[in-house]
T-cell receptor, first 121, second 107 residues
Framework: EVHLVESGGGWVQPGGSLRLSCEAS????????MNWVRQAPGKGLEWVSY????????FYADSVKGRFTISRDNAKNSLYLHMDSLRVEDTAVYYC??????????????RGQGTLVTVSS | DIQMTQSPSSLSASVGDGVTITCRAS??????LNWYQQKPGKAPKLLIY???SLESEVPSRFSGSGSGTDFTLTISSLQPEDFAIYYC?????????FGGGTKVEIK
């Protein structure tokens, strides 16, 4: 069974940094594209970033480009999101999601509980 | 970016009712349209991909249709577990974008 466990969220002041992790199991992680998708409190879904299995293709939403970095360690079955220069508007639950797309984001298989990031002074 | 507009934003219905949710794209997305269900405090769940393909274990009372810019999600006979928020999402181009959601509530 597919499992995704997100961690690393917490409270941080504006301008601060945080690194989120997503540990995967139940599927061949190294060949799977992955995404981060976020949801601000009481709001809808917003795609954040995408990475292919070999890390050769990466995309970011304009709202996070230049501040967030997606990466993965296939030996550890883990996906990461390093977030710098955090803003109040980055406050959200962050979900990792498996993606069948080989070249660009396709659809999202959410199998975790998400991790809450709160940016506030 | 492609804008996705859902209607209605909310609806009230009774168990056993048929329900239709509409999703409109700001430009043609051919058949690159997916639907998700989200219950309170839970992660979204993929229901339908590529307009009309049901994800495994999704009940057959859910169906999708459409192409180009106009799409629908239909629930043929609402069950108690179907009360949730539904989102459409286009995967035609980057960035993938979501509709604002449709909340299905109990009448």
């Amino acid at each position: 069974e597919v499992h995704l466990v997100e961690s690393g969220g917490g409270w941080v002041q504006p301008g601060g940094s945080l690194r989120l992790s997503c540990e995967a199991s139940g599927f061949t992680f190294s060949t799977s594209s992955m995404n981060w998708v976020r949801q601000a409190p009481g709001k809808g879904l917003e795609w954040v970033s995408y990475i292919t299995g070999s890390s050769t293709t990466i995309f970011y939403a304009d709202s996070v480009k230049g501040r967030f970095t997606i990466s993965r360690d296939n030996a550890k079955n883990s996906l990461y999101l390093h977030m710098d220069s955090l803003r109040v508007e980055d406050t959200a639950v962050y979900y990792c999601a498996r993606d069948p797309g080989w070249l660009q984001p396709s659809n999202f298989d959410f199998r975790g509980q998400g991790t809450l990031v709160t940016v506030s002074s | 970016d492609i804008q996705m507009t859902q209607s209605p934003s909310s609806l009230s219905a009774s168990v056993g009712d048929g329900v239709t949710i509409t999703c409109r794209a700001s430009q043609s997305i051919t058949t690159y349209l997916n639907w998700y269900q989200q219950k309170p405090g839970k992660a979204p769940k993929l229901l339908i991909y590529a307009v009309s393909s049901l994800e495994s274990e999704v009940p057959s009372r859910f169906s999708g249709s459409g192409s180009g810019t106009d799409f629908t999600l239909t629930i043929s006979s609402l069950q108690p577990e179907d009360f949730a928020i539904y989102y459409c999402q286009q995967s035609y181009s980057v960035p993938p974008t979501f509709g604002g959601g449709t909340k299905v509530e109990i009448k």
